[in-house]
């Protein structure tokens, strides 16, 4: 299935995305990139592709304006502001559920993105059914930690030493069903031979489980 190019509004400014539910599916998941990242990631697009493979939906859209990815190069001010990538998120899942009410709604961040997805899912007035971490940021999520409501699944590679800290750090401040699972031998792009795949199969499982969960 070849993925729908959309378009998410915003009051003032859209972001382009692409959309893919499979017939059937058992919900969707959002994706939230890192910093420096956008839609067209290789390692979250491998994961997408994983989740369909699953039947479950995904969604993959820039965080940023274009403008805003000019200015970033430069300044680098945005890639670590998880508030306003929080609010993005928050918007594209109200975008979604508009144009498909009643599934099931998962959120997949990757980097800075991980501590996004967290932010997004303990304001968000519509609920998550899960959420997972791929080498993610989960401590830039702060005071929100404690009010993530969604089964959280922290993916670390065996090797990121000082994220493995960070996210262990994180996970002790999470109240909602959680694990912390590391891939032995992987870095922090999980390039290493086998380390995506492991990664997706995790992510795919935990979303499954818990989308077709009561």
Request: proline residues 7%.
């Amino acid at each position: 299935m070849v993925p729908a190019e959309v378009v998410i509004p915003f009051e003032g400014f859209e972001l382009p995305g692409e959309l893919s539910i499979p017939p059937g599916g058992w919900g969707t998941v959002l994706f939230a990139h890192g910093s420096g990242s956008s839609r067209r990631s290789p390692r979250n697009q491998f994961v997408a592709r994983t989740f369909r493979e699953h039947g479950i939906g995904t969604v993959l859209f820039d965080l940023l304006t274009e403008a805003e990815e000019e200015q970033e190069q430069f300044t680098g001010h945005l890639r670590f502001d998880i508030d306003l990538l929080a609010q993005r998120l928050i918007g594209a899942t109200r975008w979604f559920r508009q144009e498909n009410p009643g599934a099931p709604i998962g959120y997949f961040g990757s980097s800075t993105g991980g501590g996004a997805a967290l932010v997004a899912e303990a304001q968000s007035d519509i609920p998550i059914h899960a959420i997972v971490s791929r080498g993610g940021r989960p401590d830039l999520a702060g005071p929100a930690l404690s009010k993530v409501k969604a089964p959280t699944l922290l993916i670390v590679g065996g090797e990121d030493t000082a994220v493995i800290q960070m996210n262990r750090q994180a996970f002790e401040k999470l109240t909602c069903p959680k694990e912390l699972r590391l891939v032995p031998g992987a870095t922090h792009l999980f390039e290493e031979a086998g380390a995506l795949e492991q990664v997706a199969e995790m992510a795919a499982g935990w979303v499954e489980l818990h989308f077709k969960a009561p």
